[in-house]
């Protein structure tokens, strides 16, 4: 299993520390070549608008889109806004999941959070997975292909996934629990892309 980190901003090393703890080879990738023999891309946190124009000028959209028609790909909080259809802005995106986000919906840096989610497709199940939430995106409709995963209790969808496609609002590289990395490892692990 080989998992390739985008490594082009934002908080890529977690992700592999978070790889690495369980055992899986991670490489950081800067360039479309090393897109090559992935089993899977975690598109990491950060800053969406920044990580969008550094993916067009390094001409990484193409070859990305064509890696999530085969492969696993995760996006992360500012990696799940690139997965999206729509951000409600102007920018650029994948637009490879059938979900629409809306950027920094808790407000501001110091309204970042923490919570418990119940999440019992999750391995296991219990105790619930709990979530840091920074400057984080709320999946605001999810449509088509894809199916919520996780919504908080007043109903808001923050976690959804598309076969092998995934999307969290929050960091599981930021914290010690590997549910999330291992139940992503399984998604890489499927025979094709449903
Ligand atoms: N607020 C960032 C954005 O809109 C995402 C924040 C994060 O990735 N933690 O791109």
Not at 8 to 26: P, W, Y
Not at 114 to 139: C, G, K, N, S, W
Not at 168 to 174: I, K, M
């Amino acid at each position: 299993m080989k998992i390739g980190v985008l490594a082009l901003q934002g908080d890529f090393i977690e992700h592999r520390h978070s790889l690495s703890s369980l055992g899986v080879e991670s490489v950081e990738v800067r360039l479309p070549a090393q897109l090559d023999g992935l089993d899977g891309l975690i598109i990491p946190g950060g800053e969406s608008t920044t990580i969008g124009k550094l993916m067009v000028a390094y001409q990484f959209m193409e070859p990305l889109r064509s890696l999530a028609r085969e492969k696993a790909i995760w996006g992360t909080c500012a990696g799940a806004i690139l997965l999206s259809q729509d951000a409600g802005r102007e920018q650029d995106l994948l637009k490879v999941m059938d979900i629409k986000i809306a950027r920094n919906a808790f407000g501001r840096q110091v309204n970042s959070f923490e919570t418990d989610l119940q999440a019992p497709f999750l391995e296991p199940a219990e105790p619930p997975y709990h979530a840091v939430f920074i400057r984080a995106p709320i999946i605001t409709q999810v449509f088509g292909r894809a199916e919520p995963l996780i919504a908080l209790e007043d109903g808001r969808v923050v976690a959804a996934r598309q076969g092998k496609l995934l999307a969290t609002s929050f960091h599981p590289e930021l914290t010690p629990d590997t549910r999330f990395h291992r139940y992503f490892l399984e998604l890489a692990r499927l025979p094709h892309a449903e």
